[in-house]
């Protein structure tokens, strides 16, 4: 529908290298496409002064498209999803990572298949067609291929990627798909996807090409793998 409007949330922890380049390559293809949209920028405390260049970048583009709602301190994903609903004043959420990872260019493609299916979910995918991962070593690229394949054989969720976290949705489906997951971390993404299928929420996939971050440390450590390992099984008792 023309009136349609798209509030993407970028939840950030130490990302100010990165985030410059996420919002000018979000606005140039937002305008490009013509599609009424804001940024949400849900910083956590981040001790690099991300906020601080947060507001510079709020000067540049408008406070009518940059919202900045920081949070005190590390929440969880969850949690920050559900703040920045709270301020989000479109009728599509889109939530993508702020580290260069996810590439603004895919969003109209989401937007395209959303109208196309009426969908409730358009995801974005490595495991499928063009998609792809770039920059990672066979380390990373096996756990994610390996938990990946596993989440596949036990969950059975009619989608190809469910630990990706670049995906378009609607705003009352995500604030109800939240309010039913209970995982937190990495894990929180596959419970979305897998609530999503209980609720009979239609699904549609757009192949992406996920490239590792430039600036800054990945987030994934030991800890993250031990848990996805756990909440893996508790889906799969649950679900």
């Not at 970048?57 to 969850?78: S, V």
């Not at 929420?201 to 590792?212: L, N």
């Amino acid at each position: 529908m023309p009136g349609d409007k798209y509030s993407i949330l970028l939840p950030t922890y130490n990302e100010r290298d990165n985030l410059p380049i996420i919002i000018w390559l979000i606005v140039k293809y937002m305008q490009e496409a013509k599609i009424n949209y804001e940024v949400i920028v849900i910083d956590d405390g981040s001790p690099d002064g991300t906020l601080e260049v947060a507001k510079q970048l709020q000067k540049i583009y408008g406070e009518n498209r940059i919202l900045l709602r920081p949070r005190a301190a590390k929440l969880g994903l969850g949690t920050a999803y559900i703040h920045g609903i709270e301020h989000a004043t479109g009728d599509y959420i889109i939530i993508m990572d702020a580290d260069l990872s996810h590439h603004p260019k895919f969003i109209p493609q989401f937007i395209e298949l959303q109208k196309q299916g009426g969908l409730d979910i358009v995801s974005g995918t490595r495991y499928k067609g063009a998609g792809g991962v770039y920059g990672w070593d066979f380390k990373r690229k096996l756990i994610s291929r390996g938990a990946n394949f596993l989440s596949q054989l036990l969950l059975r969720p009619n989608a190809s990627d469910l630990t990706g976290s670049f995906r378009l949705y609607r705003k009352e489906v995500l604030k109800e798909l939240i309010s039913r997951c209970t995982s937190k971390g990495y894990v929180f993404q596959m419970e979305m996807i897998v609530r999503a299928r209980q609720l009979n929420y239609t699904i549609g996939e757009v192949p992406i090409s996920f490239v590792d971050r430039v600036y800054g440390q990945s987030k994934l450590g030991g800890s993250e793998i031990v848990q996805f390992a756990k909440n893996l099984l508790y889906l799969f008792a649950t679900t």
